[in-house]
């Protein structure tokens, strides 16, 4: 329990510090091409707050549950009577309810069709890959692991003779 808490914090204070780099970074560029007072939230987003500080310490709040949301889903991978198919389904479910609809929020997609639309098409594509470079990993491990089972198998099976 000590370890998934842990991965919890951890997962909450580098994507809160991620997602605040990245729209200090936004901003400074925006600023620096001459979009002066450029904000990188949402307006719409803004307008939900009684001030733009509280909007934004919100929006790194959000960023941290996002985090949150993927490092304590994955442990659905842990769960040894599922198979991969069905901890990868779970696990697709869990995050993409969670990071679609906060990000739904910041963004205030339901307003731009074009922007959810290109938003869940790349959130597939790169959950698509993940699943892709994952699955090619625990297959080499298991081929590691069925290695090293045969060779410890080799030496029983000459002292029987």
């Known amino acids: 329990m000590k370890e998934v808490l842990k991965r919890g914090i951890t997962s909450f204070v580098l994507s809160s510090f991620a997602g605040l780099l990245v729209n200090l970074i936004i901003d400074i560029i925006m600023n620096a091409k001459g979009m002066t007072g450029f904000n990188s939230m949402s307006p719409d987003y803004v307008a939900l707050f009684p001030s733009v500080t509280i909007a934004a310490y919100i929006n790194v709040f959000l960023y941290g549950i996002i985090g949150v949301t993927f490092a304590l889903s ?35 997609l339901h307003k731009y069709p074009a922007a959810f639309i290109s938003t869940l098409s790349g959130y597939a594509v790169t959950y698509v ?32 003779a």
């Not at 995050?95 to 906060?102: A, D, N």
């Not at 491990?141 to 099976?157: A, F």
């Open 74 to 108: 994955a442990l659905i991978y842990e769960v040894e009577k599922m198979g991969f198919l069905i901890q990868s389904i779970v696990y697709f479910v869990i995050t993409s309810v969670v990071s679609v609809g906060i990000t739904m929020l910041l963004w205030q």
């Open 129 to 160: 890959i993940m699943t892709v470079i994952e699955y090619k990993r625990l297959k080499a491990d298991i081929k590691v692991i069925n290695e090293l089972s045969m060779e410890s198998e080799s030496p029983r099976e000459t002292n029987r």
